[in-house]
């Protein structure tokens, strides 16, 4: 069965400072990668999506992922962190079948201002 | 552009008490979906639904029934509640299997 594995449960960042959050997949195949954004008491933002194509794709919020298959890799990247960016993300995986979107655990960003 | 709604925000049970959780989407979405979210566990499908009449169970549906009679509607009920089911619920819509989900802003169910 696929997975989706977060390592990191808090990360806390300077804001102006680079982030990175990482996100590993199990799955045999290419899967469809997203990564969503919540905010306190708020449900699920999409922020950006890979199906195919070009392996660095770009989303909402400056916000940008790289999938390497060699890795099983999605991270997720800002050039610079904001203050607003304090959530929590969610890396997903879609494999087919019925609507199957596993979810990972998730990652608590915290902005220090 | 009311997207996706969840009804109650927030309902304690007390434990064997039924009730539904109301979800309701104006995108002309076919497929909807319940999450159950809790803390280090990211989130987990309860139930899904690919159309107006079809419903499946995805990894956690003990304890909840869900129906699909309109496209715009997927409540999900506990029949029981149980302690366990103590947690916060999304209701997700997509416009097909790959596409991004769009999320309520939750229910926070207490059952003590």
């Known amino acids: 069965a696929q997975s989706v594995t977060q390592p990191d449960i808090h990360i806390t960042v300077s804001e102006g400072a680079s982030l990175e959050l990482r996100c590993n997949y199990s799955?045999?195949?290419?899967?469809?990668l997203f990564w969503y954004v919540q905010s306190p008491g708020q449900g699920l933002q999409l922020l950006l999506k890979?199906?195919?194509?070009?392996?660095l794709v770009q989303g909402i919020k400056g916000f940008e992922a790289e999938f390497k298959r060699s890795q099983s890799s999605f991270n997720l990247r800002k050039p610079s962190v904001h203050w607003s960016d304090a959530a929590e993300y969610f890396c997903?995986?879609?494999?087919?079948?019925?609507?199957?979107?596993?979810f990972g655990t998730g990652t608590q960003l915290k902005v220090e201002l | 552009n009311a997207g996706v709604t969840q009804t109650p925000k927030f309902q304690v049970l007390k434990t064997g008490q039924s009730m539904t959780l109301q979800c309701a989407q104006d995108?002309?979405?076919?497929?909807m979906s319940w999450y159950r979210q809790d803390p280090g566990m990211g989130l987990r499908l309860i139930h899904y639904?690919?159309?107006?009449?079809?419903?499946d169970q995805g990894e956690v549906p003990n304890g909840y029934n869900v129906s699909r009679s309109t496209t715009e509607d997927f409540p999900l009920r506990l029949l029981s509640a149980a302690p366990s089911q103590t947690s916060v619920y999304f209701c997700?819509?997509?416009?097909?299997?790959?596409?991004?989900?769009?999320f309520g802003n939750g229910t926070r169910l207490t059952v003590t």
């Open positions: 997700a819509s997509q416009r097909g299997a790959n596409s991004p989900l769009h």
């Open positions: 799955y045999g195949a290419t899967p469809y």
């Open positions: 890979y199906f195919s194509g070009d392996t």
């Open positions: 995108m002309n979405h076919e497929y």
């Open positions: 997903a995986v879609f494999t087919g079948g019925g609507n199957k979107l596993t």
């Open positions: 639904s690919v159309g107006a009449g079809i419903t």
